[in-house]
């Protein structure tokens, strides 16, 4: 089942938030900037691991924190953009539907192997990303659609409004 809200994700009851950035994300726009400042030991556990461990476009890269009030919240990010240049000099670039499928097809392997109960994402890789919605809706639904689990898509940011997700 996938449901369209308005609302702010970081809010969200789902089980898993999941989002799109580059195998070298600053997190300093859109929704990263948002979790980074959340959560500061996302990125910083982020560029740990990526550091010692190359991430390629198309995969995706879990993180598992402490929600405030005590829960756990698991974050997922999806490398749907590309990487410009290289080494410390390297910035995030656009998204492409190539990143977009591969990294939704990962998502897709983890939520089966985790057993994830609920998702939550954003119009993937359509803000920094720079693709259309148009483009990246029917890979969201023919990926995660078949998964027999909620999948709540934020398609409008209403800061500190929770949506209703139905969860």
């Known amino acids: 089942m996938i449901k369209e809200v308005a609302g702010d994700i970081l809010l969200s009851k789902a089980d898993l938030l999941a ?3 580059s195998a070298h994300d600053p ?3 859109g929704l990263a900037l948002a979790l980074r400042e959340r959560w500061p030991s996302l990125v910083k556990d ?4 990526t550091r010692s461990k190359a991430i390629a476009e198309g995969e995706v890269w879990r993180w598992t924190g402490v929600q405030e009030g005590g829960g756990v919240r ?6 749907t953009q590309d ?4 080494g410390p000099h390297a910035k995030p670039g ?3 539907l190539e990143n977009v499928r591969h990294a939704l097809q990962n998502m897709a392997k983890h939520v ?8 939550a994402l954003p119009r993937l890789a359509t803000g920094v990303g720079g693709l ?6 029917p890979l969201i639904q023919q990926y995660l659609g078949e998964l027999g689990v909620p999948v709540i898509v934020y398609t409008t940011y209403h800061k500190n409004e929770q949506a209703n997700e139905g969860l």
Do not use: C, M, P, Y
Not at 46 to 49: A, G, L
Not at 74 to 79: A, F, Q, S
């Open 19 to 21: 989002h799109g950035i």
């Open 27 to 29: 997190f300093d726009s």
């Open 46 to 49: 982020f560029r740990h691991d």
């Open 74 to 79: 698991k974050i997922l990010n999806l490398v």
């Open 83 to 86: 990487t410009l240049g290289q």
């Open 94 to 96: 656009k998204a492409s």
């Open 112 to 119: 089966r192997a985790e057993k994830v109960t609920s998702i």
């Open 132 to 137: 259309s919605w148009d483009e990246v809706k």
